[in-house]
C-alpha cells in the first residue's frame, strides 16, 4: 500500500469522506479472502516521494498512547501581553500568557470565561515565561492528555497545537526571531524584503520589493522566509558570536534579519568582560543544554 507524500490542500487526489461512512477500523478491514489488512500489509504502509519511499509502521502509535480512547484535536490560538496592574500603566508591569480554543467564533473567543490563563510574572520575559509552556505544549502535542467529554459520557484523549500567536507587534518580533520593523533592514516577518542600508529604504527596488512585484510589474516573486530557516539561522548567529567577534555578530544578524532575544542575552554577556566568570556557564550550557540557549519557540512542535 503506497500513500503520496504532502499532498497539497487542493489536491484532486484528496477526497471528503464523512465520518458515518466509516465503519471499520485497522484491525476489522480485510481483504483477498478476508485476510486481515494487518497481515496482507505487514503492519506497514509506504509514503511515496518522487520515487523515494519511506515505511511507516501501522497501527498508529496513537492507538496505544490514547488507550483506544476517541482523540479530540483541539487547536489553541496563544496570546502573550505585558499588562499594567494600574490605570498609569507605570507600576507593577508584568507578562501574561493567555490561550483560547481557535475553533471558536469571535464572539465567543472574546469571553473572558473563553480565555484561560496559562502564566503570569512582574520579573521574567516573554521567552523566559515560555520555556515550561512550549514544554508542556509540546508533550499534549506527542502523548495527548486525558479529559471527560460532556457530550459522549465518556473519556477522551485531547491532543493540541498551537494554530496561531497573537500579541502586539513587540511580542511578535520576540516570539519569532524578528527585529522590529520600523528602523530594520529587514522589516517584515513574512518574506526577505529588505535593503543594506536604510536609505535604500526610497529606492525603486525596495518598492517593488514592498509590492510583491518584479520590475515588470508581474507578482507573485515574493521570497518568503520559513520558519525552518530562521532557526538554522538563529543557531548560525550562535556559532558566529562564539568565534568571531561581537561587531561581526551584529551585522550578521542585521543582514539576516533574525535576532533571538533569550541568545542575545547569552551573547551580550559572553562578550563583556566584566562578566567572565559567567563564560564558562554558558559554554557548560552549550555543550549539554544548547536549546537553552535559545528563544523556547524554535523547539515548539507542530510549527511551520
Known amino acids: 500500500m503506497i500513500i503520496p507524500k504532502n499532498l497539497p490542500y487542493k489536491s484532486p487526489k484528496l477526497l471528503s469522506i464523512a465520518c458515518e461512512e466509516v465503519s471499520l477500523n485497522y484491525f476489522e478491514i480485510c481483504m483477498w479472502g478476508d485476510k486481515p489488512l494487518s497481515l496482507v500489509c505487514k503492519n506497514t504502509i509506504w509514503e511515496e516521494d518522487h520515487g523515494s519511499f519511506t515505511p511507516i509502521s501501522l497501527p498508529n502509535d496513537w492507538r496505544e498512547k490514547s488507550g483506544n480512547r476517541i482523540i479530540r484535536n483541539v487547536p489553541i490560538a496563544l496570546y502573550c501581553d505585558d499588562t499594567s496592574g494600574n490605570q498609569?500603566?507605570?507600576?507593577?508591569?508584568?507578562?501574561?500568557y493567555y490561550f483560547t480554543l481557535a475553533g471558536?467564533?469571535?464572539?465567543?473567543?472574546?469571553?473572558?470565561?473563553?480565555?484561560?490563563?496559562?502564566?503570569?510574572s512582574n520579573t521574567a520575559g516573554p521567552l523566559e515565561l515560555a520555556d515550561q509552556i512550549v514544554?508542556?505544549?509540546n508533550d499534549i502535542t506527542l502523548n495527548g492528555c486525558v479529559a471527560f467529554d460532556c457530550e459522549l459520557q465518556q473519556e477522551v484523549c485531547v491532543t493540541t497545537v498551537v494554530?496561531?500567536?497573537?500579541?502586539?507587534?513587540?511580542?511578535?518580533?520576540e516570539i519569532t526571531n524578528t527585529p522590529l520593523p520600523g528602523a530594520a533592514l529587514n522589516p517584515c516577518r513574512i518574506c526577505h524584503l529588505g535593503v543594506e542600508k536604510r536609505s535604500d529604504k526610497s529606492g525603486e527596488d525596495y518598492i517593488y520589493q514592498f509590492l510583491g512585484m518584479d520590475s515588470l510589474v508581474n507578482r507573485d516573486v515574493v521570497?518568503?522566509?520559513?520558519?525552518?530557516?530562521?532557526?538554522?539561522?538563529?543557531?548560525?548567529?550562535w556559532e558566529t558570536a562564539v568565534n568571531s567577534s561581537r561587531d561581526?555578530?551584529?551585522?550578521?544578524?542585521?543582514?539576516?534579519?533574525?535576532?533571538?532575544?533569550?541568545?542575545?542575552?547569552?551573547?551580550?554577556?559572553?562578550?563583556?568582560?566584566?562578566k567572565a566568570a559567567e563564560v564558562g556557564k554558558i559554554m557548560a550550557l552549550a555543550e549539554h543544554q544548547k536549546h537553552k540557549l535559545f528563544n523556547s519557540f524554535l523547539c515548539l512542535l507542530g510549527k511551520k
Open 135 to 137: 514544554d508542556e505544549l
Open 248 to 274: 561581526a555578530y551584529i551585522t550578521e544578524y542585521k543582514a539576516l534579519g533574525v535576532q533571538d532575544a533569550i541568545n542575545k542575552a547569552f551573547v551580550d554577556m559572553l562578550k563583556d568582560r566584566k
Open 104 to 120: 471558536l467564533p469571535p464572539k465567543l473567543s472574546n469571553q473572558q470565561y473563553n480565555c484561560h490563563f496559562l502564566s503570569t
Open 223 to 237: 521570497d518568503y522566509r520559513s520558519w525552518s530557516e530562521t532557526i538554522e539561522r538563529s543557531y548560525e548567529l
Open 163 to 173: 494554530l496561531f500567536f497573537l500579541g502586539d507587534s513587540p511580542m511578535h518580533a
Open 88 to 96: 498609569s500603566k507605570k507600576w507593577n508591569k508584568h507578562i501574561c
